[in-house]
């Protein structure tokens, strides 16, 4: 497939110092991993991962939970990153500085190169005491239950940012201050409907950015792009890389 851009934009991208990624589960669907709106398979098929990714499902049924994201840790360490994660970390070479802004949880963007990545919404690899919030290095672990806190003996949960808390302050701030700072924003393989990941392409707009969003499909964003890309990331990344680099 011969992906083609307009003029305009390479113009302007190629101007640009400071480049802005933020990216969704649409850019990990190409390593395998699944997005949380296609159906989920096998044991959870009867589950909505947006009723397991709660502190409330958490505090209902710990041992659940924990098993859900054992499955997806599972999932996630057998992926890699793709041409479109490799593609964005070749951003590097291109543009002074960019920054990716990602709500995926699954590290793949840092394995692909990234240096400057921002993980809006934590690390699934990653330990957290579910009272403290502290890191929890990783322990001995029961079948099927969450292991616990070795300080206060309160279970441990997955690093990650569950639907209905609150980003890290400091993580919020980075990502507004690289929006702010942006001469070119793209939105990429996300949904843009969870905040408050889906504001921060017109936060972007409104300080001056040229947002661009890459999608199969329209999302709530699309009317508000400055360009809309359609396509795998997987595609259109590599083919912008391409065509950044050639002369
Ligand atoms: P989402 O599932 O809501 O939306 C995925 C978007 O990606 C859709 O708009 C879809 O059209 C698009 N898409 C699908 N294939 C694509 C491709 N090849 N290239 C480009 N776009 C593609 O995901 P979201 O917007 O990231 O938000 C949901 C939440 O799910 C987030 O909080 C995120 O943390 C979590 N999540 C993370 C992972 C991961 O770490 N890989 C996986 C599933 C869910």
Redesign the pocket.
Known sequence: MSVSFPLWFLERLRRAHHVVALT???????SG??????AQTGLWARYD?TELATPEAFLRDPALVWRWYAWRRGL?AQASPNP?HRALAGFEDVFPKVTVLT????G?HTQAGSTRVVEL?GN?HRNLCFREGAPVPPGAERPGEPPTCPRCGDYVRPG?VWFGEMLPTAVLQAAHQAAAECEVFFS???????EP?ASLPLFARDKGALVVE????A?PLTPHADLSLR????HILPALLAALTTP
């Open positions: 969704g589960a649409g850019i990990s669907a190409e991993v699944p997005t949380f709106r296609e991962p996630i479109g709500q995926n949880v699954d793949l919404h699934i990650v990429i393989g996300t949904s843009s409907v969870v990941a890459i999608n199969p499909a999302t396509g795998p990331a997987g």
